[in-house]
């Protein structure tokens, strides 16, 4: 079993800066990919960065620019550093790991960012 723990939402002024971490910890697994969801108030959950296990990062394209998706192999972390920060970003930020054969999705429980105007 993979437990993946999200830090570092909270409340920032439009135009500012946050970092997002993801911690996954469990059973050992193959993993084929990591990366950002974020699911405002009643929309769907998109992707917002990603980052496959050769290392080849895939942005929205409302975040490219602004976000940067990166991981520390040595710590089980993977990161979301997000600059420029807009309203429009304000969201719950989950981590997702896609591993095995299957490509099974585990998630975490979600961080709040909220930005304000």
């Known amino acids: 079993q993979v437990q993946l723990v999200e830090s570092g939402g909270g409340l920032v002024q439009a135009g500012g800066s946050l970092r997002l971490s993801c911690v996954a910890s469990?059973?050992?697994?193959?993993?084929?990919?990591v990366g950002w969801y974020r699911q405002a108030p009643e929309k769907r959950r998109d992707m917002v960065a990603q980052?496959?296990?050769?290392?080849?990062?895939i942005y929205a394209d409302s975040v490219k620019g602004r976000f940067t998706i990166s991981r520390d192999n040595a710590k089980n972390t993977v990161y979301l550093q997000m600059n420029s920060l807009k309203p429009e970003d304000t969201a719950v930020y989950y981590c997702?790991?896609?591993?095995?054969?299957?490509?099974?999705?585990?998630w975490g429980k979600g961080t709040l960012v909220t930005v304000s105007s």
């Open positions: 980052i496959t296990a050769g290392g080849t990062t």
């Open positions: 997702n790991l896609k591993a095995g054969y299957y490509g099974t999705d585990y």
């Open positions: 469990g059973s050992r697994f193959s993993i084929n990919a």
